[in-house]
Every structure is written in C-alpha cells, then in structure tokens.
C-alpha cells in the first residue's frame, strides 16, 4: 500500500492535468462579478459607466442612477444579471496586428505621419471592449498580450457592442435628420456628464471631461454643426492656451491616438466641440481645453444619436 502523502501527491496532480484543459478567468481582487455585469447592462443601454471593469466608482453610479430615471424605476431597482455572462473570449486576428503602427511623440513629428494608430494590441483590445488595459492583463495572467500572434484566444468582458474599429464609421449610421432634430443634448460640467435625450425623455447618459478650470466648456446655448469620424486635428498651441488662432499650427492625421480620438463633433463656437480621446482612462479625471471629451467607444456610440443641428445645452 503506498504512503498518504503519495496517494495525496497522485491525486492532486490527477486534478491539476483534468483541469489543465479548463480556462477560467482570473478575477482581480478589487472587482466584483456582479458589478462588471451591472456595467456591461448598462453599457449596452447606452447608460456609459466609464471603464467596464467590476469597480463600482462614480460613473457607474450616476450611470444606473440616470437608467432608473429614465426609466421611471424606484431608486433600488438593480437588473437581473443572473442570466449575463461577464466574461467572453476574443480571438486575435493578423487584421488586428496589421492596424497597428508606431506614434510620435512632438506635433511637429506626428504632423508628419500618415495616420495616428494604436501603437499596442494591449491599447486596441482595450478599448475595443470598454475596459482598461490593467482589467485586461489581469483577465489573462501570464500572457503577454501585446507580443500574442494571430489566433490567441484571449478572455475579455463580454461587452454587448464592441467598439468595432476595423467597421467604423459605416456600421455606425447617424439618425435621420429629423430625429437629430428632436434630440437636445445636455452637457453638466459638474457632474461631468453628458446626456440625450428626445421629447423631454432621457435615452442615454456619458460620462465626459468638460473642459478644465482653467479653459471651462463654454455655458450657454449651442448646436451641433457636424459630426466628422477620423478628423484631421489643427493643432495650434494659442488656441489650446488662449483660444486665439494663430499661424503656428500643425495638421495631425486621424486615428485613435489623436489629441480628438476618432470623431469630432463641432458646436457653433469655433474650436469648441464634442470628440473622443486617445486616454479613456482619464475621463472626468483630467482636464480639457474646453472641449467635452467622451471615450472613443463612446463617441462612436453618440455620433448615432446626434447630427446636425442637434441642440447642445452646456450647464
């Protein structure tokens, strides 16, 4: 008869080699399951938590906060999420690398670029499924995601639309303009968000960066004059510090990592709009030069919600 410690050693490394096979997220010890699924429904209702990521913060908050107002719930009402997954897997494509490039660092050089690309997997992948690039790695522990080759199953959260970079902006159609007409956009510089909503009635909710104390999102009454996917950006340093035109400017080419994002939505106040960023991060964290600032996931979300001559109310 063999030894307990040998018969224990057997049988522990028989459970190790069935479960070999079995992938399972790791889950970080600072989220929660039930709170990355809060974040994912309300994600997919157009209610922007921030970061998906299983941290309740403020966004997610005010997020569920203004989904139970829309849709005149009591103040305890939570969603059933027994039946939502809260993780996914994603397999990494050669499309996916081949987007893919290198950024400068000064205006003066990335003037020079053709495009301003995601310089990372880790950077893509990130914010194709609404989280950050910290919640990514830590779904994947010892994986280096950014040296993974095509055909890499990777664990991500399981996000109702991804931010499909590689089909934007033709699978995101503005609405009519008529139903961008009847939609009034309103932006509140203190609770950092921005909210739609059609004949009175609340339809979704962002959180944003409004500018900074320093160069504040102008108050007041305002429209949206146009909404362009991967804008070209003026970069002029006397309009970022004093808002004043000058000579000594350079064109940055589109892409995900411009000082815009992939959209710019222009108010009639010149140099002032609504557009993405290359830092989701930072979002009502840092501050703007008087632009509201929205996620790139968010702003792809927001262009079918708006169009030309959109009211846009800033409070």
Known sequence: MKPLHL??????????????????????????????????????QNFGPGVVDGRLGEFTRKAMT???????????????TTATPSHTTYLITARDWEILGPNADEPEDQAKQSKMPYTTLLEFLSE?????????????????????????????PAVARPFDYH???????????????TRHVIVNLRAKLLTIHENDR?????????????????????????????????YDLGVLKRGERTEDFHNL?????????ILWAGLNRPGIGIHGTPVPDTIGRAGSHGCIRLSNWDAATFRTLVGKNTAVTIR
């Open 202 to 234: 609340l339809i979704a909710s962002f959180p944003i960066t409004p500018g900074s104390s320093e160069h504040p999102a102008p108050a007041g009454e305002w429209r949206i004059v146009g909404a362009v996917p991967f804008p070209w950006f003026r």
């Open 7 to 44: 018969l224990l050693t057997a049988v522990l490394a028989l459970l190790l080699a069935a479960c070999a096979g079995i992938h399972q997220p790791a889950r970080p010890s600072s989220t929660h399951p039930d709170i990355l699924k809060q974040q994912i429904f309300l994600d997919s």
């Open 66 to 80: 203004n989904y139970r107002r829309a849709n005149a719930l009591p103040a305890e009402w939570m969603p059933d």
């Open 253 to 261: 080419p589109p892409g995900p990592n411009s000082p815009v994002g």
């Open 128 to 156: 194709r499924f609404h989280t950050t690039q910290k919640f990514l790695r830590s779904l994947n522990p010892g994986l280096n995601i950014n040296n993974a080759p095509p055909g890499t199953t990777i664990t991500v």
């Open 167 to 181: 089909a934007y902006p033709s699978s995101y159609p503005a609405p009519s303009a008529a139903t961008a007409k």
